[in-house]
């Protein structure tokens, strides 16, 4: 079987996942991205890989279509040629395969399936997309005394919403999502249960396990501190490292050992700077900058007591956990409601409160056996429920599903 992906370009986790898949036999993996790197469907400053790529990649120039979203011109001539089984895609690409009637005819004429990955993260329910709207429209707008939604953009966001129907139902064979809540999400939109796959979402904790037994075995020297909080990530206005500075400033006077590390780089660095200054608390905080090599950044989730993510992001919570460390966090990107279990691996605040972050933070503070214990429960979820192994067989689950078992695929890892 031969699977396409079409994606808006290659972090480092997803070549984790490709290269896994690509070992699956009877499974040959090809990816198609953007022919540059700035591209407008992946996240500003995320860090894309080109080491280690055990698949064929073809870069296609990304542009806007007529329908105002970027798409990946020349696919159609990919596919052609390489005469792909299955093509995984996702937002916004889902709507070059909606709106092509060329595209759509050439994938039906060849047998070829499609599948969409999505988290689904902010996708309303079918019945309740309006509130859901209006909403969004309402934080977007929270500082206004009076609020207006203009017809155009309530009339667009039913367009939209009639689209997203059609192509869930219309257009797609199947659904790889990385959260259980896409059952009731797209079943709202009459997608049946049968076609919907959930791999949760994953980086390569097969290689991150081995990391960690490295250095473990290593004569590194290891300084933990269960007062030592991590933090990593791009230094963004939606991560909210200034809540994790100011709790630091509320925690400090109870638990002067208390230190920030901020691992990341980003457009807000001098401000944050500025912020930890300025809270008299510069000594504190460290910012290490970014850090990609495996053991240096294991060292770090080594060396720390607690991860905590005060605002948007994922996969860096997976990775905490693998190194046995208790999670504070709020919203992230949906995968957080299953990973954290509030009370038993972790605990979750009031989004963008800073009282509430700042006293969860203190109820593992003030108890380090309770830091220990949650940590080691972060560790066995992740080595029994929710790992690479996990996502690679929804995947191949979802494979074999629209092709009808017809390539036997297994995961023998």
Known sequence: MKVLFTFGGLPHYLVKLLNQLNTVENLDVIVAIPKSRRTSTLGAGVEQSSDNVGFKV????EKKAWYKKPFLFGL??????EKPNVVVTMWPYIFGFTFSLKLRKLMKTNGIKLIMKEIPFMVPRYDDAERY?????????ENL???KIGLAAMLKYKMLTKIRKHYYTQVLDAHVNYIKAAYEILGSYGVPKERIFISYNSPDTDEIFATKKRIEGSETEISQSPYRILHVGRLVPWKRVDLLIKALANLLPDFPDTELVVIGRGPQLEELQSLAKELNIEQKVRFVGAVYEPEILGKHFLESGIYALAGMGGL??????AYG????????????KVLVRDGKNGFF???????????Q????LSDTKLITKFGQESERIIREEINIDVMVQAYLSAFDFVTDNRFGLKNNR
């Open 145 to 147: 005394e009076e609020r």
């Open 58 to 61: 073809f870069h296609l120039p």
């Open 76 to 81: 159609d001539k990919l596919i052609a040629n």
């Open 133 to 141: 709207f209006k909403s969004q429209e309402s934080q977007l707008n």
């Open 349 to 359: 605040f009031e989004e963008g409160n800073c009282k509430s972050l700042t006293e």
């Open 325 to 336: 460390k208790p999670v504070v966090c709020s919203v992230c990107d949906g995968t957080e």
């Open 316 to 321: 860096s919570i997976n990775e905490a956990m």
């Open 361 to 364: 933070l203190r109820k593992l």
